[in-house]
């Protein structure tokens, strides 16, 4: 073999490693801050009430999370812009303005539960005051963000994701009955009433929850920017390899989170639904429930994800926020920088940290806060995925990388699925 032959094999095999590490990457970080606290609470909530039956909603959604997630990246890598500077240049203002609100809400709230939800976890281990708790987990994520480099950053989100592999032991520690497993996965069980469609909107609320999308748009940003591209007018373009690329990593992480999520569901479907409590009210009562009927290893695996996890995801929520805050204001927004270089980012970081650990004095219910959580992104996803899809479609925008046939079919599908189901529960309330 030729120098050159050996240059060209080397080559093909770097691509191949760094696409392998891409994918262990953003899109796994992306798959597991999608299941953050307040959607364990919610797939645990909905196994507990519901049962096995409900097992059908995670292949259902799978392709679902995929669509949302890869069109966020594309958006992301083909402009070089994060969501709401897209949207801020190409979309009138009575659009932008109550979209943001909209996502800064939902943000801000599931970011509170899940900080309270994390805290009662460890309430488990360490015997010391929630609140108390509360704010340690704020201080600790605060002092990743302000002083930790991006590439830290997201090499300890790497290996933070792996935590959720515990739910998989969770649910086999339970021992299912394989049959009923085997029904709920693949036969669709549907009842029209307020409790279930609750948990349905809920589920796909915190499954395509709509702080995903800014978030994925703004790290193709990032990783432009760690590649050299300091300037703006350098980060727009993507060729169809890096395209595909992207579209591999969306796919792994988004097989990781649905995974996960199916096994939450199950672990709490095989014992509360059965012999337990099905209405759970907070998040230790739910592990503490799995324990006589599942073991303590089975309790212990579940707060394990549940704290592990909520370290990866709420800095996910209020740092997307940020981001979307500061392209809508004109600030200098990115975790590279330094904390001095953009005050009013890191501020409103820290600002949306501050409003979560608040939330947690004033008396609210972790668990109930977690669903309800889920259900505020079922109605503020809809509109921001249409969004999304309107983008990623205009030539002006997106130049000749507009969507293909079988993207838009499954986006627009699953946008479709989201507005009936918010719908559907609209009418339950007065019906």
């Known amino acids: 073999m030729t120098t050159a032959e050996k240059g060209a094999v080397g080559s093909v095999a770097g691509r191949r490693r760094r696409g392998i590490i891409r994918a262990l990457g953003l899109g796994l970080i992306a798959g597991a801050a999608d299941d953050d606290p307040s959607a364990i609470g919610t797939y645990a909530s909905a196994g507990a009430k519901l049962g096995v039956g409900f097992l059908w909603t995670a292949p259902v959604t799978l392709p679902m999370m995929f669509a949302v997630v890869f069109l966020s990246a594309k958006l992301g890598q083909v402009t070089g812009r994060g969501l709401f500077q897209v949207i801020k240049d190409y979309y009138p203002s009575w659009l932008l303005y109550p979209t943001l609100v909209g996502v800064l809400i939902g943000n801000t709230i599931e970011a509170g539960a899940d900080l309270g939800g994390m805290a009662a976890a460890i309430n488990l281990f360490v015997p010391v005051p929630v609140p108390l708790l509360v704010v340690a987990i704020g201080a600790v994520l605060l002092a990743l963000q302000f002083w930790g480099s991006y590439v830290l950053i997201r090499n300890v989100f790497r290996w933070l994701a792996l935590v959720l592999i515990a739910y998989v032991g969770s649910a086999l520690l339970a021992k299912p009955d394989p049959i009923q497993v085997l029904r709920g996965t693949f036969i669709p069980h549907v009842e029209v009433n307020k409790d ?136 200098q927004h990115s975790l590279h920088a330094k904390p001095s270089e953009a005050r009013k980012f890191y501020g409103t970081i820290a600002a949306f940290t501050a409003i979560g650990i608040g939330m947690n004095f004033v008396g609210f219910n972790a668990m109930k806060a977690l669903v309800f959580a889920g259900v505020v992104q079922g109605f503020s996803t809809p509109p921001l995925l249409l969004l999304i899809l309107l983008i990623t479609n205009n030539r002006r925008i997106m130049r000749d990388k507009v969507n293909g046939v079988w993207i838009n079919i499954l986006g627009w599908l699953t946008t479709t699925v989201i507005f009936a189901a918010s719908f559907g529960l609209v009418a339950s309330w007065f019906v």
């Open 196 to 331: 279930y469609l609750t948990l349905l909107v809920a589920v796909i609320g915190t499954t395509l929850s709509a702080y995903l999308y800014s978030w994925q748009s703004n790290q193709e940003v990032e990783e432009k920017i760690a590649a050299g591209r300091q300037r703006s007018s350098e980060r727009g373009g993507a060729t169809e390899q890096e395209i595909e690329s992207s579209g591999r990593d969306v796919l792994v992480g988004m097989i990781f989170s649905n995974v996960v999520m199916y096994f939450i569901i199950l672990s709490t479907a095989a014992t509360l639904n059965k012999s337990g409590p099905r209405d759970i009210e907070t998040a230790a009562e739910a592990a503490q429930a799995l324990q006589p009927l599942a073991g303590d290893a089975a309790r212990i695996l579940f707060l394990i994800g549940m704290i592990g996890v909520g370290f990866l995801a709420v800095p996910v929520m209020t740092t997307g926020a940020a981001y979307d805050l500061a392209q809508v204001l004109g600030w």
